[in-house]
């Protein structure tokens, strides 16, 4: 092999470590509403603070929002019934970086309000 090949593929080498991410945390909360009405807030919460909702099912109970101005975050949301109530999960990326999870904290207490649920 000559020099270019050697170079090309250390190149492709280093792309491809740099398109690894740590895997996301998320943070989950416990709300005392149906699951189906938490997760109709919550979507709204998404739109309300700026976010594009790119997709979002609720009979899976999964939704995927980008914030539509810089610095880029995504939002990932699972809401899943518990009991008489709803487990939220969410995990949020900013660029290709996972958030650290208490970062999260003000959009679960944010939802907690929008739900009427807050302490």
Sequence with gaps: MNLRHWLL???LGGLAGCATTTPLEPRELFYATPSDETF????DLMVEQGYVVRHADISLGRAEASL?????YRL???V???????????SA???SQPLRPN????????LQHKLGVAP
Excluded: F, I, K, N
């Design 9 to 11: 593929l250390g190149l």
């Design 40 to 43: 109709r807030e919550a979507v």
């Design 68 to 72: 539509a101005r810089w610095p880029g």
């Design 76 to 78: 990932q949301l699972q």
């Design 80 to 90: 899943s019934e518990e009991g008489s109530g709803s487990r939220v999960s969410v």
């Design 93 to 95: 990326l900013s660029g």
């Design 103 to 110: 970062l999260l904290d003000p959009w679960l207490v944010a």
